[in-house]
Each structure stands twice: as structure tokens, then as C-alpha cells.
């Protein structure tokens, strides 16, 4: 049976990936719904951008909600100057018919985990943990009953990328991060660590481009684009694809490796907040809360995308 996922995300073109990703592999996900959340660019464009994604895979019957537009506790920080104005910047696409649905996100995570039996819906948040944090502080009696929380953010020994210390969407929101991380829900993070072994480098951009359809047209555009600052700040071969790694976890997850230690979310510092403080070496006696990646097979991974979205 295809293991239920509900997809929260900030699309951005590494977003557009994984869900193209999970929705070309029915038969191992059941994607829900996508829930919307503010992050990579507000939320009138990441609810907005999501749908785009569902029309270009073909399913205008997924249902999209729109979630959190500010972080909990701060003023919400973008990231256009990575994924351009849109968020989705590259080739154009067409505005979306389908519709948005009229329930919050964070309802529409509450009443699914409700509904469900205990431990049968996975949460693979992609962006800042706003709308998870919110769902989990409105009705507590979810973090329970979730089979497992698959997210992408935070690092260790890749630090930060927006500020020195802090990774994207665990900056965005690390009070979220916090209450997420101190849920007790099974957590299992992709980090930078990870993410940044994952590169675009120009054959694999070019296998996208020789699937010939249009969905392979697109995600090789989008890479095109986002590729361009990344190369240049990390002087790289490639960009990262970080949120496609969250869905290729629960398609092979084998090809990741990891511990499972304890990560802790600093909120309070000027100079770090949003780190993710990785126990790695295990020097504190601090208890285990996360499955923390540091590897993949890269190849793997690529091997994977290519062929699952050849299928779209």
C-alpha cells in the first residue's frame, strides 16, 4: 500500500522537483494534499506556484491549501534573489485553473492526522515549519499520532547558507523549527550536508532536457536558473536539489546515511540563530530527537529523479 504524505511547502523550483517527484511515484506515495506555507517567496505565490506544479503533472485534482503567511514569532524573509521574483522564475507557465481550497492548511493538518489511524501519515515539510509548528501548537494531541516528520533544512558541517550560521528554512522560522524538534513526532532531516551532494552538474541537467516531454523541459529550465547563483556562491559544478531528497528518502531510503542525535534550535542568539545545533559526536547527554543525515549516493539519487520523472 502507497504511504500517505501530506507535502508542506514554499515552491521555489527545488519544491517544484520533489512534488513532481512524489506525484510521478504513486504507487509507494499517496500524496493528500499540499499544504502552502510563506518562505522561499509570500504565500499568494507559493499557493499559487504549487498549483502550477500539480497542472504541469497533470493532476488538477490534488488539493492545494494555503497555510501560515508569517512566521510565528518574526517578519517573514524570502529568498528572491535565489528563485527570482516568482519563485518559480525560468520559463514561463501558464497561471493555474485549478482551484485553491477554501480550508486553512493548518485545519487541513489536523483534521487528516485526526481522521487517520495512528502512524499511517508521513509530513514532509520542504520550507520553513510554520504551518506544522502551528498545527501541532493548536491541537497537541497530533504530534502522535504522525508516522514520521521528513524534512529538509537545517546543517552541521555545511553551517548556514543565509546567514553564517542558519540554514534557509530553519531561519525563516526557528521558533517553529523549535516546537517542531521538541514535538516528540519521529523526525528524519535532509540537511545541507546532504543536499549539497546533491548537484546539478551539467549531464544531469542534460538528462532531464533528453526525456524529451515537457515536464523534463521544465525542471531542466528551472535548474538552469536557480543553478546560476548557487555556482557562483559555492563555485560548484552544480546547484543543490534539496527538497527532492526528502521525497527520495521515502522512495530509497537506503541510498542516505546518518545518526540519530540530538538537534536543538537556537532562538535567542543575534549572531546564530536558526542553527541547528547537531549533537553529532554525541558530547552532550542530551536525548536522540532526530534522524540526522550526512550522506547520499548521488548517482542513486539522479537515477531516481530522471527515471520517475520521465514518467510525468
Not at 504511504?3 to 514554499?10: A, G, L, N, P
Not at 534573489?81 to 487541513?108: C, E, I, Y
Not at 497537541?140 to 537545517?154: F, K, N, S, T, Y
Not at 532536457?209 to 555556482?231: C, L, P, S
Request: charged letters at 20%; aromatic letters at 6%; proline letters at 8%.
Amino acid at each position: 500500500m502507497p504511504r500517505q504524505i501530506i507535502i508542506d511547502t514554499d515552491p521555489g523550483q527545488d519544491d517544484a522537483v520533489a512534488i513532481l517527484l512524489a506525484l510521478a511515484s504513486p504507487a509507494e506515495l499517496d500524496v493528500l494534499g499540499i499544504t502552502a506555507v510563506a518562505g522561499n517567496v509570500p504565500l499568494a505565490l507559493t499557493q499559487k506556484n504549487a498549483r502550477i506544479v500539480c497542472e504541469l503533472a497533470g493532476r488538477p485534482d490534488m488539493p492545494v491549501f494555503a497555510g501560515c503567511a508569517a512566521p510565528l514569532a518574526h517578519t517573514l524573509v524570502t529568498a528572491e534573489h535565489v528563485h527570482g521574483k516568482s519563485g518559480l522564475d525560468g520559463p514561463v507557465l501558464p497561471d493555474p485553473t485549478m482551484p485553491l481550497q477554501d480550508r486553512h492548511a493548518v485545519d487541513f493538518i489536523i483534521d487528516t492526522l485526526r481522521a487517520s489511524a495512528p502512524g499511517t501519515v508521513t509530513l514532509c515539510p520542504l520550507g520553513p515549519l510554520t504551518n506544522i509548528a502551528t498545527a501541532f501548537q493548536r491541537a497537541p494531541d497530533i504530534a502522535a499520532r504522525v508516522q514520521e516528520i521528513v524534512l529538509m533544512g537545517g546543517a552541521y558541517f555545511q553551517v548556514g547558507n543565509i546567514t553564517p550560521a542558519a540554514e534557509f528554512n530553519i531561519y525563516v522560522d526557528p521558533e517553529a523549527a523549535k516546537i517542531v524538534f521538541g514535538s516528540g513526532a519521529p523526525i528524519t532531516v535532509m540537511p545541507l550536508d546532504v543536499t549539497h551532494k546533491a548537484l546539478t552538474t551539467a549531464p544531469h541537467v542534460a538528462g532531464f532536457r533528453a526525456m524529451g516531454t515537457h515536464v523534463g523541459d521544465m525542471v531542466a529550465a528551472w535548474t538552469d536558473f536557480f543553478e546560476r547563483f548557487d555556482k557562483e556562491k559555492y563555485g560548484s559544478a552544480g546547484a543543490p536539489l534539496h527538497d527532492p531528497c526528502v521525497i527520495a528518502y521515502l522512495l530509497e531510503p537506503e541510498m542516505f546515511s546518518g545518526r540519530h542525535v540530538n538537534v536543538e534550535i537556537e532562538t535567542v542568539s543575534p549572531l546564530t540563530r536558526g542553527m541547528t545545533v547537531a549533537d553529532w559526536w554525541r558530547v552532550t547527554d542530551r536525548a536522540p530527537n532526530a534522524m540526522f543525515m550526512g550522506d547520499l549516493d548521488a548517482e542513486r539519487f539522479f537515477a531516481l529523479l530522471t527515471e520517475r520523472l520521465a514518467r510525468l
